[in-house]
């Protein structure tokens, strides 16, 4: 996507690029590619009058018309793909929970501040609070999602052309927001030796002179590594060096389920190098509520630069004043509940992991291997390298009726990954394994 010009990449980061070449996506709701998006070459009607960036071909992806077929033809599938909270009732916020929520007098009001409601901003720095970070209110600015926080930053931080570095595996959506806003997505490698971590070596080499900042995810999506104190203090110094912005995205972070939390970096916490750095959540994540589009971003770093982004922030908030009056008066008696909210979408996390852990275990020949879980909603599966992720894919929903998504829709660096939900209802999971590893066992 974009117009951004090739670079000379190594063999992985290539194979990378080729990958999201071939399978350049558009996601769905929750970040799940469903379309395979491709340059359109020749005459296009009106072509002129578009630009480049939104040139997309959104016919359906492979796996997305296979799963159409098979429930044209009322064939079951065990979906181990699905991550929206709200598609688990006994999980997910009640209607009558977020309607006492929503009741506000205020409602009929209009005074929008462009940074967000004083209170709407105590309320998410309360809560950092509760998570020991001190932080003023005055360094948080509402948005309508984190989708939009990334917009603003990458406004903030970057001109047309300039380039992004994002962790590979990782969310797929960064793509699209970076080449919405006329930037360049480079990647940086996540190895993994029994646990995720970051390649500092291929994280240097892959900063160019118009790089303006590095992307980290914690816990990743879909790896669900968690940042740990020694890689942000890593981080931070090389941004300060390098006189880069660090985007920390911790959407997932109340999620821990196999981890030291003790080892566990907040980026908003003090660490070594001090750079500017911007953390994002939200209540799509936190309060499994991603219907009311709240979502926030935080500043922390050297005070002059902090104020300098405060001060351009808000300008841009005030061009767009988008997260709504009604959903923000609701998120502090929203927040108040994320405990017991979060309570059995940890239990059903836990769960979930538990039971994929004893499965393998109970199967010591299966021809597939989980890898390592510290947090997040996903688990990520390795396959034999006998087919290519496409081959498993689609013929574990068309031969075993399993739908689960390709490593390549996060830009894997090599092949055979999938990943599944840990979300979805335990007995799903365990049919939809069972399925699975008879079909992978069969090659
Ligand atoms: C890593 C990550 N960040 C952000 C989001 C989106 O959050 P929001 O709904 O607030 O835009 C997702 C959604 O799946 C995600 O996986």
């Known amino acids: 996507m974009g117009e951004c010009p090739p670079r000379a990449l190594s063999a992985t980061a290539s194979q990378m690029r080729e990958s999201a070449r071939r399978f350049a996506k558009a996601c769905c709701p929750h970040g799940v590619p469903t379309k395979a998006v491709r340059p359109i070459s020749g005459a296009c ?90 932080l003023s209110p005055e360094r948080i600015i509402v948005t309508a999602s984190t989708s939009e926080a990334y917009a603003y930053l990458f406004k903030l931080l970057a001109n047309p052309g300039d380039e992004l570095l994002a962790p590979a595996p990782s969310y797929p959506l960064f793509e699209f927001l970076a080449g919405l806003e006329s930037l360049c997505l480079g990647f940086y490698r996540l190895g993994y030796d029994g646990e995720w971590f970051i390649d500092f070596g291929a994280l240097e080499e892959a900063i160019t002179p118009r790089t303006r900042a590095i992307i980290a995810v914690s816990p990743g999506n879909p790896t669900g590594a968690y940042l740990k104190r020694g890689e942000l203090d890593r981080l931070s110094e090389l941004c300060a060096r390098r006189d880069l912005a660090l985007i920390c995205d911790e959407v997932f972070f109340d999620y821990a389920l196999d981890v030291n939390t003790g080892d566990i970096a907040c980026a908003l916490a003090d660490c070594q190098g001090d750079c500017l750095r911007f953390v994002l959540g939200g209540l799509s994540k936190t309060a499994l509520a991603p219907q009311i589009k709240v979502g926030w971003l935080a500043v922390r770093g050297p005070d002059d630069l902090v104020a300098e982004s405060l001060r351009r922030l ?93 490593g390549y829709f996060f830009d894997f660096p090599e092949e055979a990954f999938v990943t599944v939900s840990l979300l979805v209802a335990p007995e799903v999971l365990l049919e939809g394994l069972a399925a699975l590893d008879a079909h992978v066992g069969q090659g």
């Open 314 to 406: 808000e300008v841009i908030a005030d061009a767009y004043l988008s997260a709504s009056t009604p959903a923000q008066l609701a998120l502090p008696r929203i927040l108040a509940a994320r405990p017991s909210i979060q309570s059995a979408m940890h239990h059903r996390l836990r769960h979930n992991l538990d039971a994929l852990k004893a499965f393998h275990r109970g199967h010591p020949s299966a021809a597939w291997q989980p890898l390592r879980v510290e947090g997040g909603w996903n688990a990520v599966l390795r396959l034999p390298r006998t087919r290519s992720e496409e081959s498993w894919v689609l013929s574990l929903l068309d031969e075993a009726g399993v739908l689960v998504h390709p």
């Open 45 to 134: 009607k009106g072509r002129a009058m578009f630009s480049a960036k939104t040139r997309f071909e959104t016919a359906d992806n492979a796996i997305s018309r296979h799963l159409a077929a098979r429930r044209a033809r009322s064939l079951p599938v065990l979906d181990l793909t699905e991550s929206n909270p709200t598609s688990q009732p006994t999980i997910a916020p009640s209607a009558d929970f977020l309607n006492r929520c929503l009741f506000d007098e205020r409602v009929h009001l209009y005074a929008p501040d462009p940074c967000g409601l004083p209170e709407t901003r105590q309320a998410i720095a309360r809560d950092y609070a509760e998570h020991g970070i001190d």
